[in-house]
């Protein structure tokens, strides 16, 4: 059985994030989304928040499942008996730090391989901050994300505290 992990914050979850998911889904038996804990970034949803929204709007997928996990991705691929992290690639901007966590990834584990998709080009400039940052100003991300997210967006906006 082939078994691929994408990893990432998905705060929230964006079209972006979908495509690669299904076309992911396509290559793999089974594909876990997997929320990463860590970061560093504070996030605006909580892990369960983005956990639950992740599970909401990949319901139509039957392998694909979504979890979380707390520390080395690699660690979590190989718990997972999983050969393979998917990462996609929007822009050139993206491939910096994409190369180097794909090759310090490649020589903490040297049997995971990372797999790179690129965006389609509609998604290239779309990520979770950009869907963020039109949230707060009050402006539509009916297109960048699902119908269910962009209402959990709202709400969430306007339970907080008005940017400085
Ligand atoms: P991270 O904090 O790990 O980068 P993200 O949720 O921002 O988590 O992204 C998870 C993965 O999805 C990363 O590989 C990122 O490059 C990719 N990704 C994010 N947005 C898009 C998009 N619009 N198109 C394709 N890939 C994307």
Known sequence: MKLAVYPGSFDPVTNGH?????RAAQLFDHLIVAVSVNGGKKPLFTLDERVAMLNEVLQPF???????FQGLTTTYTIEKQSQAIIRGLRA??????????????????PTVETLFMMSQPQWSFLSSSVVKEVGYFGGSVSD?????????????????????
């Open 144 to 164: 960048f994300v699902p119908k269910s997210v962009e209402e959990k967006l709202i709400k969430k906006i306007a339970s907080r505290q008005p940017l400085a």
């Open 18 to 22: 979908l495509d690669i998911i299904e």
């Open 62 to 68: 039957s392998n694909v499942s979504v979890d979380s």
């Open 92 to 109: 050139i901007s993206d491939f910096e730090n994409e190369f180097r966590m794909a090759l310090t990834n490649k020589k903490l584990e």
